[in-house]
């Protein structure tokens, strides 16, 4: 069944899926199954891989929350066939969950109460029997020893066993969600008294939109608010009902579902009033609570996701390479932190010079950096770019211009968790009795070297490029992270004669105790000089050796197949090749000629099939090679040092130091990124910014906005943009495509802000409410930051 669904969902084979889920049960990885077990899983790639992993997860979880529900109702002797069925068939954990309702084991409620009373035949004939006269019915249902004093009381109880009973009803809940789904909105608005306090929310001071259109961004920061007292959010079942006293539809559907119709029979107005608090009372604060639970999950889902793709773009940035480096770690007042580290990262010398106030040693600090430079061969320069990073690097500059004998590459990097890995304890392991100060300037260093492994160092929630990363699952964004950096791991290779135990951990098989041996291992023994030898590391067997090995890389090894990603259970293949060709493996790698010419399907067999042989020779071709593109840098504006050097108009080259569903922020030197919005992206309508960019591009961008006052810069990637022109102008066509999917229900000119405590109006077009949302949540990003 579950095997079947995932094959069904994914497009594949049904063999395809139980191979893959074969290996998963077995303790694969998905890096190991994409790469080295394509014959099993015919072809599945890691994205496909991930999915599949998730929805086992998530089928095997509701697969045994029905045994549950079935084994529950059983014990309570109420278990059909039917319903058997139902539960078996149920193919969400909320429909599984509307299901067991009914049976779900609670304290005693009213209705439950008023059954024990006897009231239930009395709730049943006034439901069946609209011509019952309900007070002369219930006159004969009092009695005072079961608390049913009068009419009145029987009429009560009778009406809250209908209530209960209508809101168990799935396949009613199942009507009204579907409703809600298609047709609510949610309403924000100010907190009465709290609108100074939140005057980064006014965006959603009276802002209302389609539930199923809100972005991300747009729900979290409502949920933020909300959290913080400051906002007060619901759902709005009926957005087009001008008379607020009027029936909701959703008790139109309830009455339907039921054939209830006011007829003028003596029984109609009881029922009308059954239906009209079972969806007051009843259903519609189970409804706004489950819309709201599942807005939250979704919104973090995407939330997670963003992240996830952050920061897979940032740990597959380019590397600058195997270079002699200078980190320059910013400071004014406590000085800037040098470290300088050799091809491997192993640090050389440290210091810490005080170019800037109060001291001002810029002679001097010219002169300590020059000589550093000339000492060491420094070949790079890596600038942090925080606070004093643009005085620092006018510094640099300053210096390769006195003295050209110094032929060193400045580089400003992003500093983001640097302070954080400096006060780790792997820090402390990896460069015991050096300054915390000082370990900054390392890893600024390190990172400009090799950014996927000097960055696996830090919690990944402190690299900065997440979009309201404190608000959702910290345990799923943990997961979700954790399966990101696996996969960039894995997909670049580790040298296993230099990785850190950090880096070793995320390779396939491996986890911190074995990458911990392997690192002591190395330490005693001397380098790795045959993949074969990871046998001898402590606590790692076959399993681990057979999941592991075709991500390490040896470069100067026995064996010259071991610094390419071709598995040691394929160096055979490898061997037939030699022997056929009767070229030694050495003078057979880069041999593109020759490789070109071999037929593989001459070297396949019972244990390699053709896509393994493929694999092989492709790597014979280029062995080693680096999926990470090559290393550029951007060059930004001299003069341009702060957010008060802005002046709408100017083009600057930039980073991408950030994605988010609403566009991307740019770094250009003055200590806060801008933002370009979605619709300044392209000319062309796009429906996700990563389209376009991603976490670590160089772009040229226009300034066209600036509020020093509020730090908020906004940029337009569309360079014939003219500052001060109408948004709606700028970005008439992204937004007229786009009103469908983002705010679509507005009317045109309208704005999601309006006077704080007025009535919330429908959401515009992003053209003319879209930046000031995308400022608020840029405000909100930094914060998190």
């Keep these: 069944m579950i095997i079947n669904t995932i094959a069904t969902e994914l497009t594949v084979k049904p063999a395809q899926v139980e191979a893959a889920v074969s290996l998963l049960d077995s303790g694969a990885t998905v890096p190991f199954i994409a790469r080295y077990r394509k014959e099993a899983t015919q072809g599945l790639d890691d994205t496909q891989l991930r999915t599949l992993e998730q929805r086992l997860t998530y089928l095997r979880e509701l697969s045994d929350r ?42 005693r409620t009213k209705g439950q109460i008023a059954i024990e009373a006897g009231l239930e035949p009395l709730a049943d004939a006034l439901f069946t029997n609209a011509d019952s006269e309900p007070q002369s019915l219930a006159a004969t249902y009092i009695n005072t020893e079961q608390n049913v004093p009068d009419e009145k009381a029987a009429l009560e ?14 396949a009613l809940l199942g009507k009204i969600r579907q409703y809600l789904h298609d047709h609510a909105f949610i309403d924000s608005t100010v907190v009465k008294g709290k609108e100074k306090e939140a005057q980064k929310y006014k965006d959603y001071f009276a802002h209302s939109e389609k539930l199923k259109n809100v972005p991300s961004h747009r729900a979290l920061a409502m949920f933020r608010g909300r959290n913080e007292g400051v906002l007060s959010i619901q759902i709005n079942a009926d957005p087009q009902r001008e008379d607020p006293q009027a029936p909701s539809h959703c008790e139109h559907i309830i009455a339907q579902h039921y054939g209830i119709m006011d007829r003028g029979r003596p029984a109609d107005a009881f029922m009308q009033q059954v239906v009209q608090w079972t969806w007051k009372i009843k259903i519609g604060l189970h409804m706004e609570t489950e819309l709201f639970s599942s807005l939250r999950e979704q919104a973090e889902e995407e939330a997670i996701s963003v992240f996830a793709k952050n920061l897979n773009d940032l740990l597959m940035a380019a590397p600058a390479g195997a270079k002699t480096t200078m980190g320059l770690d910013p400071g004014m007042r406590t000085g800037v932190k040098i470290a300088i580290v050799d091809k491997t990262g192993k640090v050389l010398a440290t210091n810490t010079i005080f170019p800037h106030a109060p001291q001002n040693q810029w002679d001097k600090s010219l002169r300590t950096l020059a000589n550093l430079c000339k000492q060491y061969k420094v070949e790079l320069i890596s ?25 060193a590459q400045k580089i400003m990097v992003s500093e983001a968790g640097a302070s954080v890995y400096s006060a780790s304890e792997l820090a402390s392991k990896e460069l015991p009795g050096m300054d915390v100060s000082l370990r900054g300037a390392v890893s600024i260093a390190r990172r400009l070297q090799d ?26 964004l943990g997961k979700s992270l954790d399966r990101v950096i696996e996969d960039c791991v894995n997909a670049v290779g580790v040298d296993l004669n230099t990785a850190s135990p950090a880096l070793l951990s995320y390779v396939s098989g491996l986890n911190r105790t ?37 991500f390490l890389r040896i470069f100067s090894g026995i064996n010259p197949l071991d610094k390419s990603s071709v598995h040691p259970e394929s160096y055979s293949v490898v061997d037939a090749i030699v022997a056929q060709t009767q070229v030694a493996v050495n003078d057979l790698i880069g041999n593109t000629e020759l490789l070109k010419k071999l037929s593989p399907e001459t070297f396949t067999s019972d244990e390699v099939g053709l896509p393994t042989v493929r694999d092989i020779i492709s790597e014979l071709d280029k062995p080693g090679r680096d999926p990470r593109p ?14 008060s050097d802005l002046q709408p108009g100017m083009i600057l080259e930039g980073v991408v130091s950030n994605v988010a569903n609403f566009g991307a922020f740019v770094d250009v030197g003055v200590h806060q990124d801008g933002l370009v919005h979605i619709s300044a992206l392209t000319d062309k309508f796009i429906a996700d910014p990563r389209e376009v960019v991603k976490a670590g591009d160089i772009v040229k961008v226009k300034v066209m906005e600036v509020d020093v006052a509020r730090k908020r810069i ?72």
């Design 514 to 550: 074995l990458a911990h041996n392997i690192v002591q291992f190395r330490d005693t023994h001397g380098a790795f000089d045959d993949r074969k030898a990871l046998l001898k590391v402590e606590r790692l067997g076959p399993k681990a050796f057979e999941q592991a090995a075709g």
């Design 714 to 785: 906004s940029f337009s990637m569309r360079l014939d943009d003219t500052p001060g022109a109408p948004k709606q102008a700028r970005a008439t066509n992204h937004a007229g495509k786009n009103a469908k999917g983002a705010n679509a229900g507005g009317r045109p000119g309208s704005k999601p802000g309006n006077k704080p405590g007025g009535k919330p109006q429908r959401a515009s077009q992003p053209a003319n409410g879209a930046m000031g949302n995308a400022f608020a949540d840029a405000f909100a990003k930094a914060k998190d930051k």
């Design 66 to 107: 029905k045994a549950v529900i079935v084994k529950s109702i059983e014990e309570q002797g109420k278990l059909t066939g039917e319903l058997k069925s139902l539960i078996e068939q149920a193919e969400s954990k909320t429909t599984l969950e509307d299901l067991y309702l009914p049976y779900k084991p609670r304290r």
């Design 630 to 643: 090559e290393f550029k840098t951007a060059t930004f504006k001299e003069g341009v040092d702060t957010i």
């Design 157 to 170: 109880g009778a009406r809250f066993i209908l209530m209960e009973r209508f809101a168990e009803d799935a």
């Design 383 to 407: 600038i942090g770019n925080g606070t004093g990073s643009r005085e620092t690097d006018k510094l640099v500059a300053d210096m390769l211009k006195a003295d050209e004998t110094v032929k």
């Design 451 to 476: 950014p996927l492994a000097e960055l696996v160092k830090i919690e990944p929630k402190a690299i900065g490029v997440g979009q309201y990363q404190h608000d959702v699952s910290q345990s799923q």
